[in-house]
């Protein structure tokens, strides 16, 4: 399954200029969060895991409810 990726601040594809989603977002900077395509937040990952690929995998199982 295809996914895309957004990185939102200063000098960004999308800038937030008013701080709004550093406020909102609930993670660490060097967080994650994995939206479904209804804009629910599906899972967050506070801060960086030490296997990024691994950590997303999961969180797409578990939303997926998938072995």
């Given at each position: 399954?295809?996914?895309?990726?957004?990185?939102?601040?200063?000098?960004?594809?999308?800038?937030?200029?008013?701080?709004?989603?550093?406020?909102?977002?609930?993670?660490?900077?060097?967080?994650?969060?994995?939206?479904?395509?209804?804009?629910?937040?599906?899972?967050?990952?506070?801060?960086?895991?030490a296997?990024?690929?691994?950590?997303?995998s999961?969180?797409?199982?578990?939303?997926?409810?998938?072995?």
């Open positions: 399954m295809p996914l895309g990726s957004v990185v939102i601040g200063p000098g960004r594809e999308i800038t937030d200029l008013y701080f709004d989603w550093q406020r909102l977002r609930g993670v660490a900077e060097d967080g994650a969060i994995l939206v479904r395509p209804d804009k629910i937040v599906a899972w967050r990952a506070d801060a960086l895991a296997d990024p690929e691994a950590a997303v999961d969180a797409l199982r578990r939303v997926l409810s998938l072995p």
